[in-house]
């Protein structure tokens, strides 16, 4: 039983908190030095074999959502509930508590023989209410930013909402992204949704650099029968049947025809990186590599002089797969320009009219505002924590007619006593320099 | 980059390097009026400097605050603009001797960075963009002061009884508070940036987080302070080990802005 205790009383510790909080941070460092998201062998092409074995097997290839990582961010939530609810009896007395009659234990700063105690309470900016006491003499007190008490309560709170709201969200978001050309139609995904691109427009400045990506899309949900169309521009998404739509990136696209012995055979629209399978002739593919609208040859291989369409160049790789044995060989590699095309026994191919496709990322987070409000409330907290400095005055008439006062104000205690001096005419004994008196108890 | 910000940038350099003279002049002849002529050029200095950002503000139509050359001279203004503050604030000038270096070396650095005006690509176009940095410099700059301060509670403690610098500097416990003060100032306003950062990434990229570099560093460095925030709770770890604490918090700030986009590359890395 003594032993639950213990571990209850740890699990519940500023000490277990400060011990995550650094473990986080050091897990936090660790990931964004190992890049995330490799193979097994792309690490031991990186580091040693061995090494590569240790990061995967530690999780390290994916420090964020692995299970100790999460373990970790449990524990942090319970620690924080812990602390909360322990806390939350103590924090609603003292607020219930009417100012600050009597100050319990040392206070910060005290005067005696004080002609006038209200120059105090005013200096403070506290309001005095007065009262007698038991033996019949005035007491005068009151107390300032009571709320201050409540500043690490809060920002625990806002913690706990704000990872709260990111991990509902990591569990429940649906993401999606469908890429194409104006007036391309194309399935979202397992939705039953359909994404057309209605119009893509890529502003250029005058210098040729991108001013913005604007896309004009419309959402169309065929099973309930609901359509809604909207921009969809970096910095501004679409709202679409309750999905944002992000202009995410964009590429260049291009339409390549074949023709076999001078007759059409087909025609599709390629987005760099894609290839096409001649239709009879399967074995023969062509791969769009990549497009310069303003080819020019450098040292460094092909390039594009700027982003406007004056000299098309398409990079291109045309491959035969080999039935018999799946093998691919590599027919050729070049750059086509306008006009040019490529020839294999029968069959002609040209690359034509070069324009840009967008990539559409469609999101779906019904937590962001959680973790949102999770956020303010930090942000709240802090400023409660941080910059409300709770104080308490009180001032007892003595038998002569002068006035004891004292007062407590715990978070900003050198500068507390400071004023007080400044007031009360007296230095306050120095006998406290507990900073130092700390060091010497750490060293012994 | 315009001539008169170009002359007006060189000017601050050249004051900032007076500043930093001035107050090493100070605590070296012990002489009061240095630390004011300090204290005059520091203020000529920041003076200037607020007009040779508003002027690559005019000149690139947009808040001087995007690449790594603009946040050095906008984080050197936050440094100067802090420690001036908490100079007159706490009548301090002691700390400018120590703050001085930092914001010339900051300013150095800035000047080893190209100072080419180039347009915004779209994800830059944002009125988050602002918020989220002017709120960093004003953090980087309160994390710079404690660093400052630390290295000065650190110091005090050689300081001879009734010597110049037991009487220049404040006592060892309210030093700890000014630090503290700073730290505050600093993570309030750290919080602010990640927060409106995150809002931006949201409207930008799709995500408020996506585990960037940039992102998680400033993470780190938020986790670092809260851990400072609260082992000063515990008697025994004010002071010293406090100070140490912040120092080492201001090194993963430096790391933060820096290292994360030299080394690491994500969506900050200026490359």
């Known amino acids: ?444 | 980059m315009t001539n008169a910000e170009n002359v007006l940038f060189i000017a601050v350099m050249v004051i900032y390097l007076i500043t930093m003279l001035l107050y090493f002049f100070f605590v070296i002849f012990k002489k009061t009026p240095l630390a004011k002529a300090a204290g005059g050029f520091q203020a000529a200095g920041l003076l200037i400097h607020t007009a040779a950002l508003v002027l690559r503000g005019i000149a690139a139509g947009r808040l001087p605050m995007t690449n790594q050359y603009e946040f050095a001279t906008c984080f050197a203004w936050g440094l100067c603009l802090v420690s001036l503050i908490f100079i007159v604030k706490f009548r301090f000038p002691v700390l400018g001797a120590f703050s001085a270096p930092v914001t010339f070396l900051i300013i150095g650095y800035a000047a080893m960075q190209s100072r080419e005006i180039h347009e915004l690509m779209p994800a830059l176009q944002s009125n988050w963009l602002g918020v989220h940095v002017s709120t960093a410099v004003i953090s980087y700059g309160s994390f710079g002061v404690s660093f400052v301060l630390s290295l000065i509670y650190l110091f005090r403690e050689k300081a001879k009884e009734g010597g110049f610098w037991d009487t220049h500097i404040p006592a060892r416990e309210k030093l700890d508070l000014i630090s503290y003060r700073s730290v505050c100032l600093g993570l309030l306003f750290l919080t602010l940036t990640i927060l409106t950062g995150a809002i931006w990434a949201e409207r930008a990229w799709g995500s408020y987080w996506s585990w960037d570099p940039k992102e998680t560093w400033s993470l780190v460095t938020w986790l670092i302070y809260a851990v400072y925030l609260h082992l000063r709770l515990r008697r025994n770890w004010k002071g010293k080990l406090a100070a140490i604490f912040a120092v080492a918090g201001f090194v993963c700030v430096i790391f933060t802005y820096i290292g994360v986009n030299t080394f690491l590359p994500g969506v900050h890395s200026y490359k």
Request: glycine share 10%.
């Open chain 1, 1 to 444: 039983m003594a032993a639950l205790k213990k571990i209850w009383r740890f699990l519940s510790s500023m000490q277990f908190a400060v011990i995550l909080l650094v473990i986080l941070a050091a897990a936090c460092a660790g990931g964004s030095f190992i890049p995330q998201g490799l193979t097994l062998q792309e690490y031991a092409s990186a580091y040693s074999e061995r090494t590569a074995s240790l990061i995967v097997a530690l999780g390290l290839d994916d420090v964020f959502h692995c299970w100790w990582f999460i373990v970790l961010s449990v524990f942090l939530c319970g620690n924080l509930i812990l602390c909360n609810l322990i806390r939350l009896p103590g924090l609603i007395k003292r607020t219930k508590r009417s100012g600050g009659k009597v100050i319990l234990g040392e206070p910060t700063a005290a005067a005696e023989g004080v002609a006038d105690p209200n120059q105090f309470f005013e200096r403070f900016g506290i309001t005095p209410k007065e009262e007698k006491d038991e033996d019949g003499r005035a007491v005068l007190y009151g107390d300032r930013h009571r709320a201050g008490i409540w500043g690490a309560w809060v920002c625990h709170l806002g913690v706990l909402l704000l990872i709260l709201g990111f991990g509902l969200g990591q569990m429940t978001h649906r993401e999606y992204t469908v890429y194409g050309v104006t007036g391309e139609s194309l399935p979202v995904g397992d939705t039953g949704l359909v994404m057309t691109i209605d119009d893509f427009r890529v502003k250029l400045r005058e210098d040729d650099t991108v001013s913005q990506y604007t896309a004009e899309l419309t959402l169309t949900d065929t099973a309930k029968g609901l359509t809604e169309s909207g921009t969809a521009e970096v910095n501004r998404p679409a709202e679409l049947l309750g999905y944002r739509c992000y202009q995410n990136s964009t590429g260049w696209a291009a339409a390549v025809t074949v023709t076999k012995s001078g007759s059409f055979l087909q025609e599709e629209v390629l987005c760099a990186g894609e290839f096409l399978p001649v239709l009879d002739l399967p074995e023969l593919v062509v791969l769009f590599n990549a497009f310069y609208p303003d080819y020019v040859l450098t040292d460094e291989g092909p390039a594009t002089a700027s982003g406007s369409i004056r000299n098309p160049g398409y990079l291109y790789s045309l491959y035969y797969l080999d039935p018999a044995t799946e093998e691919e060989h590599m027919l050729g590699m070049n750059v086509l320009l306008s006009g040019e095309q490529i020839t294999v026994d029968d069959y002609v191919i040209t690359f034509s009219e070069p324009q840009n496709y967008t990539l559409i990322q469609i999101k779906k987070d019904r937590f962001t505002w959680l973790a949102l409000l999770g956020g303010l409330i930090v942000l709240c907290g802090l400023v409660l924590a941080l910059y409300l400095k709770p104080m308490r005055l009180s001032a007892l008439r003595e038998e002569d007619g002068t006035w004891t006062v004292k007062g407590e104000c715990r978070k900003s205690a050198p500068i507390f006593r400071e004023q007080f001096e400044k007031i009360s005419g007296v230095t306050l004994p120095r006998e406290q320099d507990s900073v130092l008196e700390q060091e010497k108890e750490t060293e012994r």
